[in-house]
């Protein structure tokens, strides 16, 4: 009686042990999958998420300087690129800035993102844009460019900042006034979990 009392208390003990481990499980998955699939509303990402993220065309596109870019210029490495359709006035200048800072500040990885500006031809001054930006792309707007154009979301917004992926693929955007500490920490995370670009 004794003995069977004993070995009764052991699969208490062991089922309350198996309840503690998976009762937490088996509740996470009800509630994820179950009725009603309550999903939490948090997001890791500052930028917008495209989805499905749009695969872009090859294009050779008018640099503001002279000559074209290859048309596979947006594969092999990440990419900013910043959308001005206007003049480049002190919130263009401070948005480029932010950009440069964005991509310096990925230290090591700065060498695998690339970034680009997409302006109007009287948008800024050449040389200028040269001097401070020596690595930027600079793309003179044309009818050449109308399918990239066509892909972006908010493109008849105000100026906004894209990020693209090694293929080819537009999958995040920002507002132009969109904290630079937050693309940053979003490019870091997607760099360190790359293997691509």
């Not at 074209?68 to 006035?89: H, I, M, Q, R």
Request: net charge positive; charged share 25%; proline share 7%.
């Amino acid at each position: 009686m004794i003995r069977q009392g004993a070995e009764n208390r052991q699969r208490r003990v062991l089922v309350g042990l198996a309840l503690l481990f998976f009762a937490p499980l088996g509740l996470a998955f009800y509630l994820y999958y179950g009725y009603g699939a309550w999903r939490p509303g948090g997001r890791v990402n500052a930028g917008e998420l495209i989805e499905p993220a749009r695969p872009l065309p090859p294009l050779a596109l008018p640099l503001l300087g002279a000559g074209n870019t290859s048309p596979d210029f947006l594969k092999g490495k990440w990419t900013l690129l910043y959308v001005e359709p206007a003049a480049c006035g002190q919130a263009c200048r401070k948005d480029l800035y932010n950009m440069r800072q964005v991509r310096l500040a990925l230290d090591r990885d700065m060498n695998r993102v690339q970034r680009v500006l997409i302006a109007d031809v009287d948008c800024c001054d050449a040389k200028e844009l040269r001097e401070q930006h020596p690595d930027l792309v600079a793309i003179r707007a044309s009818a050449a460019d109308a399918p990239l154009r066509a892909l972006l979301p908010h493109r008849d917004d105000a100026p906004h900042f894209y990020l693209i992926d090694p293929l080819g693929n537009l999958m995040m955007c920002y507002s132009a006034d969109a904290n630079a500490k937050g693309m940053l920490e979003d490019l870091k995370r997607l760099l360190q979990l790359s293997s691509i670009g």
